[in-house]
């Protein structure tokens, strides 16, 4: 999410958590992204965000990574809240088969 006008740049979803789907997520947004934009992602301290792969991908197009503090919601507080409105209004109120 651009924090300066709330835009989802790039998402991908899936039932299980897979460091595929988080390169994907980049790859989708570094085509919607000028190079050389002096960017920050900001994100929790989740291992995939941990991974040498997704920080050698930040590395290489020069942006910048940020991590919450362990344990402080507070630090990613959009990002909670935009994922928080999601489930209430989508997952919570639905029934699906499949993903």
Same mark, same amino acid.
């Given at each position: 999410?651009?924090?300066?006008?709330?835009?989802?740049?790039?998402?991908?979803?899936?039932?299980?958590?897979?460091?595929?789907?988080?390169? &994907?997520?980049?790859?989708?947004?570094?085509?919607?992204?000028?190079?050389?934009?002096?960017?920050?992602?900001?994100? &929790?301290?989740?291992?995939?965000?941990?991974?040498?792969?997704?920080?050698?991908?930040?590395?290489?197009?020069?942006?910048?990574?940020?991590?919450?503090?362990?344990?402080?919601?507070?630090?990613?507080?959009?990002?909670?809240?935009?994922?928080?409105?999601?489930?209430?209004?989508?997952?919570?109120?639905?029934?699906?088969?499949?993903?």
């Amino acid at each position: 999410m651009d924090l300066y006008n709330r835009e989802i740049i790039s998402y991908t979803i899936s039932d299980s958590p897979k460091f595929v789907l988080v390169t &994907d997520m980049l790859n989708k947004a570094f085509k919607k992204l000028s190079d050389n934009t002096n960017l920050i992602l900001h994100s &929790d301290q989740g291992w995939h965000y941990q991974h040498q792969t997704y920080q050698q991908m930040l590395e290489n197009k020069g942006i910048i990574q940020s991590m919450s503090r362990k344990g402080n919601c507070l630090d990613n507080a959009v990002m909670e809240n935009f994922f928080g409105l999601l489930k209430s209004e989508f997952f919570y109120l639905q029934e699906f088969e499949s993903v």
